[in-house]
């Protein structure tokens, strides 16, 4: 292809992206990629397809997924006066929130945050800016948040709460400084909801700038890509026009909606991988060399005080078991790595290669 239409056709901004890398988990043990490890019970799948059965393929889906959003509203306890929009994950909310934006406007989060915010950005050529956490405890520097907000007014400010790759949630009080003096958007993201008892969803009637942002990734629907967005009517119809029509297709809408009707078995699920995230953060802290974070979501953060983050990956890797190494994004991360909880025999595999790992590393790799 030759560089003249390159140029012509794509973005500068674009051109210097690199592509979102999501690693090759074929015959691995899979703890990268904070999903539910568990199948749904025999009974539950039969009576899914029933359901399938009978969806009318042939015509486009409820524009408005009606029906969806009732069970979500219900399920999540949306306030009544708060407006919802559906994405096809909130990746896709994320980028219809960054397309709304002033061309001059400007993004703040902290970092490490989740990756997506700076990806969309860059891609739409948006000025982003990040301020780092504390370094220890990984919570917010609120006075640098604050007066960045005092001199930039940026037009959105992400917030994961729980944070991704951290795991911890920020101080509700400091998350509260920042809605009060920010003149743009707050989005708490609350991927990780299904793992923690914080939540900012009741305090959506008390702040217009707030958004509460979810997804049914997390809690066990990763395949289907469904998201949705909380917010004031009157900012959720404005987004809602550059959202395209049907992006919620029928099979996606007539599952949500019967797995919101079965969520008994995965509120089962998620609490046992939340049983057994606490026990593995004991574990991990019980090795030597190793310092675990502990963790309000579905994932522990790592940090290798000994050997090197990426040696331990590896040996990982060797051992057939896949997790994220975070260390090249540097900074904060530099040794750090992220295991999701998986299913017990899963962690029970993973526990036992890291203490092997760690006891006697093999030092060429
Ligand atoms: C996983 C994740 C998302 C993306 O969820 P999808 O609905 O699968 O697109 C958003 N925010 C955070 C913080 C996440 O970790």
Known sequence: MSKNIVNHCIREEVQAMSAYHIADASNLIKLDAMENPYNWPDEITAQWLETLRHCPINRYP???????????????????????????????????????????????????SFVM??????????????????????????????THIRQHQPAIIFLAYPNNPTGNLFAEDEIKQILQLSEGLVIVDEAYAPFTNASFMPYLPDYPNLMVMRTLSKLGLAGLR????CGDSSLIDHLDKIRLPYNINSLTQLTARFALDHI????????????????????LNALNGIHALASEANFILLKCQQISATTVFNQLKCRD??????????GLLSDSLRVTVGTASENEAFLSAMAQIVTTPDPSL
């Open 117 to 146: 915010y700076r990806q969309i950005a860059q891609s739409l050529g948006l000025e982003y800016h990040s301020i780092p956490l504390q370094a220890d405890s990984f919570s917010l520097d609120i006075e640098s948040m604050l």
């Open 62 to 112: 409820d524009p408005v997924a009606k029906e969806l959003c009732n069970r979500l509203r219900q399920v999540n306890s949306v306030p009544d006066q708060s407006a919802l929009m559906l994405g096809n994950g909130s990746d896709e909310l994320i980028q219809i929130l960054l397309m709304a934006l002033p061309s001059n406007a400007s993004i703040l989060a902290p970092a490490p």
């Open 321 to 330: 078991i896949l997790i994220k190494n975070l260390s090249p994004q540097g």
């Open 226 to 229: 469904l998201g949705f967005l």
């Open 264 to 283: 008994e078995f995965l509120n089962q699920q998620t609490n046992t991988i939340r049983q057994h995230r606490d026990a593995m953060f004991n574990r």
